[in-house]
């Protein structure tokens, strides 16, 4: 019988060392830290690395912000300038609604139930006409830029 050659390896566990006897590799036992069952196996070399050269870093491009068009047309700027003017119309008017909502709590139910109302047509309006001028200035855009 040969001198036995004793090792190291970890719990799969709790990765507590075990010394045994390398004939013992591939067998389960009982860990002495944690009592759960493990495989003792024999520590390996790792084999040398071969180093590749490093490859060069890989460059994104950074992506370009566009800058607004400058209106050639000039019904371009007047139409963006009605639809800013109703956006602004409907917000002071949700605002006028708003505020007379809050001194009209004592008017009662049907005053408050109209302020809100107020306030609702005033945004939609406002929003959806700046909208259809804005949908408007972008047509007239680009009617212009493909003649």
């Not at 075990?18 to 003792?40: M, Q, R, S, W």
């Not at 370009?64 to 602004?88: C, H, M, T, W």
């Not at 605002?95 to 008017?107: E, P």
Request: charged content about 20%; some cysteine; aromatic content about 8%.
């Amino acid at each position: 019988m040969s001198e036995p050659k004793w090792v190291i390896c970890k719990c799969n566990l709790c990765s507590g060392e075990i010394e045994f006897d390398a004939e013992h590799a591939n067998e389960t036992v009982g860990c002495p830290h944690c009592k759960a069952e493990t495989v003792l196996f024999l520590p390996y070399m790792r084999k040398p690395v071969s180093v590749a050269p490093p490859t060069p870093p890989v460059s994104i491009p950074t992506p370009v912000k566009q800058q607004p068009q400058p209106a050639d047309n000039p019904l371009v700027s007047q139409l963006e300038g009605i639809g800013r003017v109703f956006y602004r119309l409907g917000l002071a008017g949700g605002l006028f609604g708003i505020l007379r909502l809050v001194f009209s709590v004592t008017d009662g139910e049907d005053a408050i139930i109209f302020w809100i109302a107020v306030i609702l047509i005033c945004g939609v309006i406002g929003t959806a006409l700046n909208a259809v001028f804005k949908f408007m200035a972008e047509n007239v855009r680009q009617k212009s830029a493909r003649n």
